[in-house]
């Protein structure tokens, strides 16, 4: 059920590994993808429609035009309908088709018209493979972002070993299929991020806030830019910089205006980390002069701010992911999952103050994650940039 409402595009070319694509497409059905084949001419040498239609429960795609009854095919619907493109086996003559635009058949106008992710599968003879001009088209199909899944070492259908042969075990490249598919989940996605402290002003030269660094925001929100996805990060002050094209910054200073930043981008994102230290409380008035120094004690009456968290936990929708963070002192697996809850969370990550190397201000985390299922992973410290790493890949994990 892992690819459950996925729809596959499996393009089959001519290669004697294609009888490895009924095996792979059994397995994809198995595993509840609505899968359609499209095959090119050589393809139906190796391996019959009937045989492929059977077993994907849809006829099988290979012309562009229906036998003289004025139907067609249309290549550009196809690559539009589809969540994800694999072409297994991919012989070299399709993999060079694919890399300069050659559209003569149908499953390579599928493929120029397709905006999913798309895996190729190479497989051929091994001097065929190791040719400079193989591996320059596949350098190209990397270099437009398409992910090969690398012929492994083995004896090959000339009679000769080496690489070129398609995986072994279809259900090694289904392995490798949802591995890939999970790390590439956060492309084109967008996800708001909040970052570093806030500051409440008491009078125009004062201020309440806190030691938040604003290390761990920024070090996500890399991470999430570095795996392809788009990133809101609304930051309190501090005095870190990004320069990634993919993250947009917004910057603020008090919880308020955080709260309005947050409630204005969040409808059009696919998720968001909560990782601001956003302070609890504001003055109820804030001095429109400098207060001046006195013998008096001064006492400052202050508000509750808005939980931003817990606003974005009421108007988030099902397919939207909300993440936080819970700062403890004591009790803290108890207080993390009040908050994981009352927050509406899908997963909060804590750390505690009470662990030497995590908190404010520190280069280093130590964390644990609890999703609403209450799996606990308990990590190692770290540095924030690796710790970003393993938030993100449970961030990974939910939206696969
Ligand atoms: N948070 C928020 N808006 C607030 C307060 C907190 O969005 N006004 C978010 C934080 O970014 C974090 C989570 O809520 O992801 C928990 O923050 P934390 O300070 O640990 O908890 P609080 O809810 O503020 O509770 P307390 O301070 O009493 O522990």
């Given at each position: 059920?892992?690819l459950k409402?996925?729809?596959?595009?499996?393009g089959?070319?001519?290669?004697i590994a294609?009888?490895k694509?009924?095996?792979?497409?059994r397995?994809?059905?198995k595993?509840?993808a609505?899968v359609q084949?499209?095959?090119t001419?050589?393809?139906?040498?190796?391996?019959?429609?009937?045989?492929l239609s059977?077993l994907?429960g849809?006829?099988?795609?290979?012309?562009?035009f229906?036998?003289n009854?004025?139907?067609?095919?249309?290549?550009?619907?196809l690559?539009?309908w589809?969540?994800?493109?694999?072409?297994a086996?991919a012989t070299?003559?399709t993999i060079a088709?694919m890399?300069?635009?050659?559209?003569d058949?149908m499953l390579v106008t599928?493929?120029?018209?397709a905006?999913?992710?798309?895996?190729v599968?190479?497989?051929?003879?091994?001097?065929?493979f190791?040719?400079?001009s193989?591996?320059?088209?596949?350098?190209?199909l990397?270099?437009?972002?398409?992910?090969?899944?690398?012929?492994?070492?083995?004896e090959?259908?000339?009679?000769?070993?080496g690489?070129?042969?398609e995986w072994?075990?279809?259900?090694?490249l289904?392995?490798?299929?949802l591995n890939?598919?999970?790390q590439?989940s956060?492309k084109r996605?967008?996800?708001l991020v909040?970052?570093?402290?806030?500051?409440?002003?008491?009078?125009?030269?004062r201020?309440?806030g806190?030691f938040?660094?604003g290390?761990?925001?920024y070090?996500?929100s890399e991470e999430l830019?570095?795996?392809?996805a788009?990133?809101?990060?609304?930051?309190g002050?501090?005095?870190?910089?990004t320069n990634?094209?993919?993250i947009?910054?917004?910057k603020v200073e008090?919880?308020?205006?955080?709260?309005?930043?947050?409630?204005?981008?969040?409808p059009?994102?696919?998720g968001?980390v909560?990782?601001?230290?956003?302070?609890?409380?504001?003055?109820v008035?804030?001095?429109?002069?400098k207060t001046?120094r006195?013998?008096?004690?001064?006492s400052?009456e202050l508000?509750?701010?808005?939980d931003?968290a817990?606003?974005l936990?009421e108007?988030?929708?099902?397919?939207q992911?909300l993440?936080g963070?819970?700062?403890?002192?004591?009790?803290e697996?108890s207080?993390a999952?009040?908050?994981?809850e009352?927050?509406?969370?899908?997963?909060?990550?804590?750390n505690?103050?009470?662990?030497?190397g995590?908190?404010f201000?520190?280069d280093?985390?130590?964390i644990?994650?609890i999703?609403?299922s209450?799996n606990?992973?308990f990590?190692e410290l770290?540095?924030?940039?690796?710790?970003?790493?393993?938030?993100?890949n449970k961030?990974?994990?939910i939206?696969k």
């Amino acid at each position: 059920m892992r690819l459950k409402s996925k729809k596959i595009i499996l393009g089959i070319t001519g290669s004697i590994a294609a009888y490895k694509a009924a095996m792979l497409l059994r397995l994809l059905v198995k595993e509840s993808a609505e899968v359609q084949v499209v095959i090119t001419q050589a393809g139906k040498e190796f391996i019959t429609p009937v045989t492929l239609s059977a077993l994907s429960g849809k006829p099988v795609i290979s012309e562009f035009f229906g036998a003289n009854d004025g139907t067609w095919n249309s290549h550009v619907d196809l690559g539009l309908w589809a969540d994800l493109m694999l072409v297994a086996p991919a012989t070299a003559s399709t993999i060079a088709k694919m890399a300069n635009g050659i559209a003569d058949n149908m499953l390579v106008t599928t493929y120029m018209s397709a905006k999913c992710p798309v895996f190729v599968a190479p497989a051929m003879d091994l001097d065929m493979f190791a040719h400079p001009s193989t591996q320059k088209n596949i350098e190209i199909l990397k270099s437009f972002g398409n992910s090969i899944i690398e012929p492994s070492v083995g004896e090959l259908a000339s009679g000769l070993t080496g690489k070129g042969r398609e995986w072994k075990n279809p259900k090694i490249l289904l392995k490798l299929l949802l591995n890939i598919s999970i790390q590439e989940s956060t492309k084109r996605k967008t996800f708001l991020v909040t970052a570093g402290p806030t500051y409440e002003k008491i009078d125009p030269v004062r201020f309440l806030g806190n030691f938040s660094s604003g290390k761990m925001g920024y070090a996500i929100s890399e991470e999430l830019a570095d795996s392809g996805a788009n990133v809101i990060l609304v930051s309190g002050p501090v005095s870190l910089k990004t320069n990634k094209k993919n993250i947009q910054l917004v910057k603020v200073e008090s919880a308020d205006e955080m709260y309005v930043k947050c409630l204005s981008w969040f409808p059009n994102c696919d998720g968001a980390v909560m990782c601001a230290a956003v302070a609890d409380f504001t003055p109820v008035v804030v001095e429109k002069k400098k207060t001046k120094r006195g013998s008096e004690n001064w006492s400052l009456e202050l508000q509750p701010t808005i939980d931003i968290a817990a606003k974005l936990g009421e108007l988030k929708s099902e397919k939207q992911i909300l993440a936080g963070f819970a700062l403890e002192t004591n009790d803290e697996i108890s207080n993390a999952k009040k908050k994981l809850e009352s927050k509406n969370l899908d997963f909060i990550v804590l750390n505690s103050l009470n662990e030497e190397g995590a908190g404010f201000q520190v280069d280093t985390n130590k964390i644990t994650i609890i999703d609403k299922s209450n799996n606990q992973q308990f990590f190692e410290l770290k540095s924030k940039k690796e710790v970003a790493v393993d938030i993100v890949n449970k961030i990974k994990s939910i939206i696969k």
